[in-house]
């Protein structure tokens, strides 16, 4: 979706957010009272595991578990995404796309209505425990729009290129930064695959079990 916006006319920048160790920050009393008001029928079961604070032990030290969500969890990110959807619904600017997946959230759009978004989820964000890294934020701008981008936002700490950037297992920006980009992961590949052949020659059932379950995988994620 964010990838067909950026190429349309109307859409002069694209804003990849990125949040500091957004799952485990999340406020989670603010999350099991949003719980309780946009899915009743999950409160119960969220509640019964993370109402309260949890001990984690590790070896000899018990650390008590107050915020976040747990990694691992099966109900975590159906906590995390249902939680933060109030966040989502505060900062839904109109003229700007907005693209969630856990807690990466993109926007694509006109930079007027971009900072307008951007700036929303500055102020609301850490009551919910999303605090943006600004440094890892990436604007992905048009060339011909990249003044406009620099007065816009250049205050705002953020990264603006008229590249691209990773996002998602996948690359958004120019034809010519893609290209680069994925040839770079190509003979990362390469490399990797010649090393897994020589250990085939003597131990080809580890070779193989490592490319059935581990390697091939990276090739559908960039």
Same mark, same amino acid.
């Given at each position: 979706?964010? &990838?067909?916006? =950026? ?8 804003? *990849? *957010? ?38 984690? !032990?590790?070896?000899?030290? $018990? ?7 747990? =990694?691992?969890?099966?109900?975590? %990110?159906?906590?995390?995404?249902? /939680? ?9 600017? @109109?003229?700007v796309l907005q693209v969630c997946f856990a807690d990466d959230n993109n926007g694509a759009g006109i930079l007027e209505e971009l900072y307008e978004w951007f700036s929303t989820i500055i102020v609301n964000g850490p ?13 992905? &701008?048009? @060339? &011909?729009?990249?003044?406009?981008? %620099?007065?816009?936002?250049?205050? %705002? ?10 996002? *998602?297992?996948? $690359? ?11 040839? @770079?992961? $190509?003979? @990362? ?7 897994? &052949? /020589? ?8 070779? !193989? ?14």
């Open positions: 979706a964010v &990838v067909s916006t =950026q190429s349309t006319g109307e859409c002069e920048a694209v804003l *990849l *957010l990125d949040a500091r160790n957004a799952f485990n920050s999340l406020n989670r009393r603010l999350a099991l009272h949003n719980m309780g008001t946009i899915c009743p029928n999950l409160h119960v079961l969220i509640n019964n595991l993370y109402g309260g604070t949890r001990p984690l !032990y590790t070896g000899e030290y $018990v650390l008590s578990s107050e915020e976040g969500a747990t =990694q691992g969890c099966p109900a975590a %990110m159906t906590k995390y995404s249902l /939680s933060t959807l109030p966040l989502l619904d505060k900062a839904d600017v @109109e003229d009551a919910y425990g999303y605090h943006l890294r600004r440094d890892k934020c990436h604007l992905i &701008v048009k @060339e &011909v729009h990249f003044a406009k981008a %620099m007065e816009t936002f250049g205050d %705002m700490g953020i990264q603006i290129t008229t590249d691209g950037a990773r996002h *998602l297992g996948a $690359v958004i920006g120019s034809s010519n930064f893609t290209e680069e980009y994925v040839s @770079e992961k $190509v003979e @990362e590949w390469v490399a990797w695959m010649k090393n897994l &052949v /020589s250990i085939a020659h003597s131990e080809p059932h580890l070779a !193989y079990s490592n490319f059935t379950k581990s390697f091939q995988f990276k090739w559908g994620f960039l």
